[in-house]
């Protein structure tokens, strides 16, 4: 199975302040047939199910707010929430899709 | 808008079995992928297997073979887990969940609400 590693497990950061997010794929999750890598994070609050807010490594979900940007760089990778605001606690999920298993990180735990 | 409404809490001793349900409503049934992800107290999702009901063949975790079975019923646009042998372990609040699209298999867009499905002598 592929092991998906965050950093850090909890994050505080200021309003209006950057968070910056990390995961780390066991191994690489990038297609050679469309050269995408597999992966999506996931936004979670609590009592409600994960809320999708980016797939193929850094693609936005429609809906989601400019504010909320991802990059990658081999088997890792980056959610960056460039202004913070009050509604973005929550625990934020990377998840990669290449293989099933599909498999999730441990999360991290971004606070005010 | 696709809706999916799922069955409620369940209580259930150890070694018992427990079957619950993800109705579907809006968009098209058949042709997408429905998937079921559970996530214990305190603990990220875990990725358990999914069904395209067209074709009605489901893929399984290894983890779960032999006690999870992943069903689907077109005529009622429904889904069904059914996971056997449960033990403390299986303790968690459980997810059926939607492709994003057909292009995009085992990314979710699309959530229940949740099943908590608690396992206690």
């Known amino acids: 199975d592929i092991v998906m590693t965050q950093s850090p497990d909890s994050l505080a950061v200021s309003l209006g302040e950057r968070a910056t997010i990390k995961c780390r794929s066991s191994?690489?999750?990038?297609?050679?047939?469309?050269?995408?890598?597999?992966l999506a994070w996931y936004q979670q609050k609590p009592r409600q199910p994960p809320k999708l807010l980016i797939y193929?490594?850094?693609a936005r979900q429609t809906g989601v707010p400019d504010r909320f940007s991802a990059s990658e760089s081999g088997t890792d990778f980056t959610l960056t929430i460039s202004s913070l605001q009050a509604e973005d606690v929550a625990v934020y999920y990377c998840q990669q899709y290449f293989s099933t298993p599909y498999t999730f990180g441990q999360g991290t735990k971004l606070e005010i | 808008q696709v809706q999916l409404v799922q069955s409620g809490t369940e209580v259930k001793k150890p070694g018992s079995s427990v079957k619950v349900s993800c109705k579907a409503s809006?968009?098209?049934?058949?042709?997408?992928?429905l998937s079921w992800v559970r996530q214990a107290p305190g603990q990220g999702p875990e990725w358990m297997g999914g069904?395209?009901?067209?074709?009605?063949?489901?893929n399984i975790a290894q983890k779960f073979q032999g006690r999870l079975t992943i069903s689907a019923e077109e005529s009622t646009t429904t889904v069904y887990m059914e996971l056997r042998s449960l033990t403390s372990e299986d303790t968690a609040v459980y997810y059926c969940?939607?492709?994003?699209?057909?292009?995009?298999?085992?990314?979710?867009?699309?959530w229940g609400q949740g099943t908590l499905v608690t396992v206690s002598s």
């Open positions: 069904i395209i009901p067209m074709f009605g063949t489901s």
């Open positions: 809006g968009g098209t049934f058949s042709s997408y992928s």
């Open positions: 969940a939607r492709d994003l699209s057909l292009a995009v298999p085992g990314v979710y867009d699309w």
């Open positions: 191994q690489t999750i990038l297609s050679r047939s469309n050269n995408k890598n597999y």
């Open positions: 193929w490594a850094s």
